[in-house]
């Protein structure tokens, strides 16, 4: 995955008295500076970025499916694992190429009921 913007922003200290500096916006001049509350050192931020917070987490495999698959003509289709929210008996069906699918053969349903597109595994 791609890192978009600033990675880790990193903590400032002072020069004057080692305390640590606090970002702090010169109003007058505009300007992002970096302000000791324990002297009156002062230096001028390199980068606008004072915090970067990042989240992670994992898509769920479900979510992911985009239910266009029930048109694919290339996808083998079952009647031996009926939709368990429509009971639609014909389902798609296909194994997952994601990372996490290579330590286990787990394969996906998604039903073909053109009201229902429940997706499923078992």
């Not at 004057?16 to 702090?24: A, D, F, G, S």
């Not at 698959?69 to 929210?85: A, I, Q, Y």
């Not at 190429?97 to 290579?102: H, L, P, R, V, Y």
Request: aromatic share 10%; hydrophobic share 30%.
């Amino acid at each position: 995955m791609g890192d978009v913007g600033p990675g880790f922003v990193g903590i400032r200290f002072c020069q004057e008295c080692n305390n640590m500096l606090y970002p702090k916006e010169d109003k007058e001049r505009k300007v992002l500076l970096y302000a000791c509350r324990n002297c009156d050192y002062r230096q001028l931020a390199d980068s606008s970025c004072i915090y970067v917070n990042k989240i992670m987490h994992e898509v769920d495999e479900l979510t992911s499916i985009v239910t266009d698959v029930v048109g694919d003509p290339t996808l083998p289709r079952s009647e031996d694992h009926p939709c368990p929210k429509c009971r639609h008996r014909e389902a798609v069906f296909f194994q997952s190429d994601t990372k996490k699918a290579e330590a286990e053969m787990k394969l996906y349903y998604v039903c073909t009921n053109q009201n229902c597109h429940h997706r499923w595994t078992e």
